[in-house]
T-cell receptor
Framework: EDQVTQSPEALRLQEGESSSLNCSYT??????LFWYRQDPGKGPEFLFT???AGEEKEKERLKATLTKKESFLHITAPKPEDSATYLC????????????FGKGTKLTVNP | DGGITQSPKYLFRKEGQNVTLSCEQN?????MYWYRQDPGQGLRLIYY???????QKGDIAEGYSVSREKKESFPLTVTSAQKNPTAFYLC?????????????FGEGSWLTVV
């Protein structure tokens, strides 16, 4: 069964303390790997889509990378407003319409 | 502004009642989706529609029904057959189905059974 695992489940950082979130998946034929940010009680907000191993994308303090088995979301010098739950999901080739979501990493950045 | 609008934001249902959650998008997207989110779990796909007048069951379709009579609209009905309907429901859309294109989400609807 296709799976995606996010780690850690929760992460507490001090403002300015850089770290990485992990998203590992067990699937061949990846069509896309998606990262979203979700604030409490809100819908997920799109951050990045990665399509092939070696690809990297950046947005402000966030940088997403992709290998054949996992993706990382690197957070550089985080601020309290970066506190949120970060979700990853993948889509496989082969006609399935399903995105498989991880359970998320809840990030808290303390001032 | 373009986007996905879900309503109502909060809905309370008595046991045995059907309720309908609205989802409207003005992004000219072909594909639309309904997901359910429960605490500590990933998003799970309920139904999806790739084109008007066509829709497919997702992983947890039992107790739910949908229609897609217009490109812009994809309402979800939570029927009395759904045994545990209390959850956060998310509508989403993307330009074309199965293409790796980005899926965008609405702000969600909270459904509580009282």
């Amino acid at each position: 069964e296709d799976q995606v695992t996010q780690s850690p489940e929760a992460l507490r950082l001090q403002e300015g303390e850089s770290s990485s979130l992990n998203c590992s998946y067990t699937v061949s034929g990846l069509r896309g790997l998606f990262w979203y940010r979700q604030d409490p009680g809100k819908g997920p907000e799109f951050l990045f889509t990665l399509y092939s191993a070696g690809e990297e994308k950046e947005k402000e303090r966030l940088k997403a990378t992709l290998t054949k088995k996992e993706s990382f979301l690197h957070i550089t010098a985080p601020k309290p407003e970066d506190s949120a739950t970060y979700l990853c999901a993948y889509e496989t080739q082969g006609g399935s319409e399903k995105l498989v979501f991880g359970k998320g990493t809840k990030l808290t950045v303390n001032p | 502004d373009g986007g996905i609008t879900q309503s109502p934001k909060y809905l309370f249902r008595k046991e045995g009642q059907n309720v309908t959650l609205s989802c409207e998008q003005n992004l000219n997207h072909d594909a639309m989706y309904w997901y359910r989110q429960d605490p500590g779990q990933g998003l799970r796909l309920i139904y999806y529609s790739q084109i008007v007048n066509d829709f497919q069951k997702g992983d947890i379709a039992e107790g739910y029904s949908v229609s897609r009579e217009k490109k812009e609209s994809f309402p979800l009905t939570v029927t009395s057959a759904q045994k545990n309907p209390t959850a956060f429901y998310l509508c989403a859309s993307r330009k074309t189905a199965g293409s790796g294109n980005t899926i965008y989400f609405g702000e969600g609807s909270w459904l509580t059974v009282v």
